[in-house]
């Protein structure tokens, strides 16, 4: 869209018109330089408005100069060209200067190709119709130069090239050194052209002007390419051949056509499309159009770039906006599964709750109470295998009179044991405390033996004999029956024993 | 490219100005909605976890009640849960006192006091101390009563203790008549029921 423009071709007689873009065109016809002609070419302009339009001027009137000029750039670039140009063309309007190359020597200066319409008339026409309708007017350019991007496009091997153009029975002679524009010439239809021969004489006398001039080099061979739609130089192919200075190639409609990609009948029947196609595309280099001429086209790429601007931000705002929408859609379609699921997973509680008893606990207090009933009742105290071990230690003492036995059981029952106190009394107790501690400690040792008895001491002794103590008592005869009662303690743990 | 024309390009300016307006707007609004509905997704997703929670707990709930219920139903069923029940207690006393043949006993019962927090396990768990005296002909008429108690006991007890001894040297051997003493400390639980229901 972007490429879309008019290229024009420019004659004294007439001017074509071709609407391009990139992978298409079409030849919107020639108008002649009369009132209908240039009535029917503002029509055209007026039907594609907006678009910018690039002027290939074919004329006998031009002139080249190669000059060799200090690098210098910017500003002083402009000043000095604009000099230059005066100086060469004096009051010529349409001027340019394309800086093709550098030197690789000396001050490294630049090359640059000057070129002029040095008699535009005949262009003031078709230019106030131009200026009349806005259009913006990009570049004015020689023939020449399309042809270079025709020649480019057809990919010559020599270095230096004449391409003979025929064109409208006018015979274009183009000079290109390294593919660049060095210098043109247009023999015009007063000169009896038409004959091959007299076709093979200008290229001859091209070539020694361009010898003559330093153009090109004395030694140097020159390529031409013969390019002739109505096939009129098919003869001066082989005149040429016989100069060793020339090699020759004839360019026929096949092989243009599948350079620049045009069907062959199009390119037969409109045969001047062939350079306007060729430069289309392409960066002007060489532009004549004063910078008056080119102000629309100034306007015009601002306000396209403005429009591209203003076209970018829209797009990139509604891609924002629908990013944000279709990310809020999203999450709106989450958040109402989530609800449905919400609904369900309450629907399954109250189903759940439903089936809940009416209780005056919480299930959790529920368990726990549970629970703690089966913990308060779990592991009671075995009362039977207490006594009976206890009862195993008394029975191998049977001079120990039991006068009482207490124990306690924890709630909750702890791994330390139940702890048991015992008191007692030795029988036939004659006063004799010494043999009633053995007797004692016997009746001790003899409860440790039980497995299930533990932490077996003595709690209180039937006598203190502790020197921080005080000690009474009296002493009994031999043969006494009843003597004092010789009392005793014994704290011992019972815990079960593991079997 | 010089200088810009500003006065043929008014109306381009003004639709560069235009689109950055409506780009502005669009994105703040789309960006508002985005965020509202960000919000209001957050929202539903802590409710569906919310609901999600009250699932789980309400089947871990059902899975504590049916394991659970019929033994507590026992429980209150036997007076562990709710009020305690002494007169119970002292005809279970009774009765096994009365099966084991003894001559008779004497009880007596303590006001309920709270018990330990560590075996209560925050619930309402009371304890009533009963303390036993009664006589035996001989040690095993103890465990047998502690034997026939447990089989009545309406509630749950535990002994805490028992204090065996005897009741003097008599100076002629008479039958049937009751040589030694036993004092047993006995603690009777019971949960106080609280009116909570189900979550």
């Known amino acids: ?499 | 490219m010089t200088r810009p024309p500003f006065a043929v390009l008014k109306l381009s300016l003004i639709l560069v100005l235009a689109a950055l307006l409506l780009a502005g707007i669009g994105t703040l609004w789309s960006r508002g909605k985005a965020l509202d509905t960000q919000a209001a997704l957050l929202q539903q997703q802590a409710a569906l976890n919310a609901a999600q929670q009250k699932l789980d707990r309400s089947r871990q709930q059902q899975h504590l009640i049916d394991t659970n219920l019929a033994d507590y139903q026992a429980l209150t069923a036997r007076g562990f849960v709710g009020a305690e029940d002494r007169l119970a207690w002292i005809e279970a006393v009774q009765l096994a006192n009365r099966e084991v043949g003894l001559a008779g006993l004497e009880y007596r019962l303590t006001p309920r006091a709270a018990s330990d927090p560590t075996l209560a396990q925050d619930l309402p768990l009371g304890q009533t101390a009963m303390t036993l005296t009664l006589p035996l002909l001989v040690e095993t008429d103890l465990l047998n009563f502690l034997v026939a108690l447990k089989a009545r006991a309406p509630g749950l007890y535990r002994v805490q203790g028992c204090r065996l001894s005897r009741l003097g040297v008599p100076s002629f051997e008479a039958v049937n008549q009751p040589r030694l003493q036993a004092e047993c400390e006995l603690l009777w639980f019971t949960v106080a029921q609280t009116r909570a229901g189900t979550s």
């Not at chain 1, 055209?44 to 690098?71: C, F, G, K, M």
């Not at chain 1, 009862?391 to 036995?405: F, K």
């Open chain 1, 1 to 499: 869209m972007f490429d879309h423009r008019l290229i024009l071709l420019a004659t004294p007689r007439q001017i074509g018109v071709l609407d391009w873009r990139p992978g298409h065109m079409h030849w919107l016809g020639e108008f002649s330089a009369s009132e209908a002609g240039l009535a029917a070419f503002r029509q055209v302009l007026l039907n594609h408005a907006q678009l910018p339009v690039l002027l290939v001027a074919d004329t006998v009137d031009e002139d080249y100069r190669s000059e060799i000029l200090p690098h210098v750039q910017g500003h002083a670039r402009s000043e000095l060209l604009a000099r230059k140009l005066k100086q060469v063309f004096r009051n010529a309007r349409f001027t340019g200067a394309w800086r093709q190359a550098r030197e690789t020597t000396g001050r490294r200066d630049d090359r640059y190709l000057l070129a002029s319409l040095t008699d535009a008339d005949w262009l003031t026409p078709w230019i106030s119709v131009l200026h009349r309708e806005r259009v913006p007017l990009y570049g004015i350019t020689p023939l020449a130069l399309a042809c270079q991007h025709l020649l480019s496009k057809l990919r010559p091997q020599a270095p230096h090239t004449l391409l003979a153009f025929r064109l409208n029975n006018r015979l274009r002679l183009s000079y290109y050194h390294n593919g660049h524009l060095r210098f043109s010439r247009l023999i015009s239809t007063d000169t009896p052209t038409q004959l091959p021969g007299n076709a093979a004489d200008e290229i001859a006398k091209t070539q020694l002007y361009l010898a003559g001039q330093r153009i090109l080099p004395r030694e140097a061979r020159l390529h031409v390419l013969l390019l002739d739609p109505s096939g009129q130089l098919d003869s001066a192919q082989a005149q040429l051949n016989t100069d060793p200075a020339f090699s020759t190639r004839l360019i026929d409609l096949q092989s243009l056509g599948r350079a620049l990609h045009i069907p062959d009948a199009f390119l037969a029947a409109t045969p001047e499309i062939a350079p306007l196609a060729a430069i289309a595309g392409e960066t002007v280099q060489l532009n004549l159009a004063p910078p008056e001429l080119l102000q629309r086209h100034t306007e015009f790429l601002w306000r396209r770039g403005l429009h591209a601007i203003a076209g970018t931000i829209a797009l990139v705002g509604l891609g924002i906006t629908a990013a944000y929408w279709l990310h809020a859609q999203d999450l709106i379609d989450q958040t109402l599964q989530m609800a449905q699921q919400q609904q369900q997973l309450d629907a399954r509680y109250q189903a759940i709750a439903q089936t809940f008893p009416v209780q005056a606990a919480t299930p959790e207090q529920l368990a726990q109470t549970v629970s703690l009933a089966r913990h308060l009742v779990s592991q009671p105290a075995d009362t039977a295998a207490l006594l009976a071990a206890v009862s195993q230690a008394l029975s191998a003492e049977p001079d120990i009179h039991l006068e009482s036995l207490a124990w306690r059981d924890g709630a909750p029952p702890t791994a330390d044991g139940m702890p048991i106190k015992l008191d007692a009394a030795l029988t036939s107790f004659d006063g004799n405390y010494r043999a009633a501690m053995q007797r004692i400690e016997r009746l001790m040792e003899t409860l440790r033996a039980v497995p299930s008895l533990h932490d077996v001491r003595l709690l209180t002794s039937p006598v203190n004999a502790e020197s921080s103590s005080t000690l009474t008592g009296k002493t009994l005869n031999a043969g006494a029956s009843n003597g004092p009662a010789a009392r005793f303690s014994i704290e011992l743990v019972y815990r079960e024993a593991i079997p």
